[in-house]
């Protein structure tokens, strides 16, 4: 299975990537993880996509797709993989698509995860993530009163890029941006939406629902 997931911030794609992925048995490839990897880490890359991600804008294509190329060329991408952040304009779907052409695949399905706007600003807002081992968390609705990972024990953080300036940024930079995939995808016809309003778990089982028909 080639799974790619679409949505605004905040629709919920990092935290049901966790489990999608793991049903699946496929690795799940976040580009804004791997770019926060990167920054972390003080790498070149690193430091040329903070500039970015700081700003709520899009790192430059040919630096995103160089290291998704990378990536897929990994032994574990060869059966399939699930992509988070990846695509996240046209330019960079039309690359894929030729990029996966050159490795003899195509993509089997595209997953949109439909969500208001208004829910999205509070599922930002209350974001914190795992610095050890990278879960998603929410303060309000995991009842986070501490800042410790329930599931490692390392402690949460909350991203740079969820204060309100820039979470405003980052959803401009959706609509302008990210929001002409989903003509893309439906002209392809790969793409399938899922309603991602609701508890974590709804969501999981409807989008695994809307899978079914792919999974061999
Ligand atoms: P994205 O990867 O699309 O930016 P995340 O998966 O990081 O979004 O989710 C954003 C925030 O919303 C996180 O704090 C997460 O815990 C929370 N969240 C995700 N899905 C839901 C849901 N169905 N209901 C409530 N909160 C959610
Ligand atoms: P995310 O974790 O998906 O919310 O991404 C965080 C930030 O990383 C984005 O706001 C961008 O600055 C950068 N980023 C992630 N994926 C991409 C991509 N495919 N193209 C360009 N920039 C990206």
């Given at each position: 299975m080639r799974l790619v997931l679409v949505g605004p911030p905040g629709a919920g794609k990092g935290t049901q990537a966790q489990y999608i992925a793991s049903n699946l048995s496929i690795p799940k490839i976040s580009t804004g993880d791997i770019f926060r990897a990167n920054v972390?880490?003080?790498?070149?890359?690193?430091?040329?996509?903070?500039?970015?991600?700081?700003?709520?804008?899009?790192?430059?294509?040919?630096?995103?797709?160089?290291?998704?190329?990378?990536?897929?060329?990994?032994?574990?991408?060869?059966?399939?993989?699930?992509?988070?952040?990846?695509?996240?304009?046209?330019?960079?779907?039309?690359?894929?698509?030729?990029?996966?052409?050159?490795?003899?695949?195509?993509?089997?399905?595209?997953?949109?995860?439909?969500?208001?706007?208004?829910?999205?600003?509070?599922?930002?807002?209350?974001?914190?993530?795992?610095?050890?081992?990278?879960?998603?968390?929410?303060?309000?609705?995991?009842?986070?009163?501490?800042?410790?990972?329930?599931?490692?024990?390392?402690?949460?953080?909350?991203?740079?890029?969820d204060k309100e300036e820039t979470v405003r940024r980052r959803l401009e930079v959706y609509q302008e941006q990210t929001a002409p995939l989903i003509t893309f995808y439906a002209d392809e016809e790969i793409l399938v939406g899922v309603d991602a309003a609701g508890p974590v778990e709804e969501v999981t089982h409807r989008a695994m629902e809307a899978l079914a028909p792919y999974i061999g």
């Open positions: 972390s880490g003080g790498t070149e890359l690193g430091k040329l996509a903070k500039e970015y991600m700081d700003r709520g804008d899009l790192v430059p294509d040919e630096v995103t797709i160089a290291m998704v190329r990378d990536r897929l060329s990994e032994d574990d991408a060869q059966d399939g993989f699930l992509l988070d952040g990846f695509p996240r304009n046209v330019p960079q779907a039309e690359i894929l698509k030729k990029m996966l052409a050159e490795f003899g695949v195509v993509l089997d399905i595209v997953l949109e995860l439909v969500v208001d706007e208004d829910e999205v600003v509070r599922r930002l807002a209350g974001r914190r993530t795992c610095s050890q081992c990278g879960r998603i968390w929410h303060v309000d609705f995991d009842d986070k009163k501490d800042d410790i990972c329930d599931a490692c024990g390392g402690s949460l953080y909350q991203r740079d890029d």
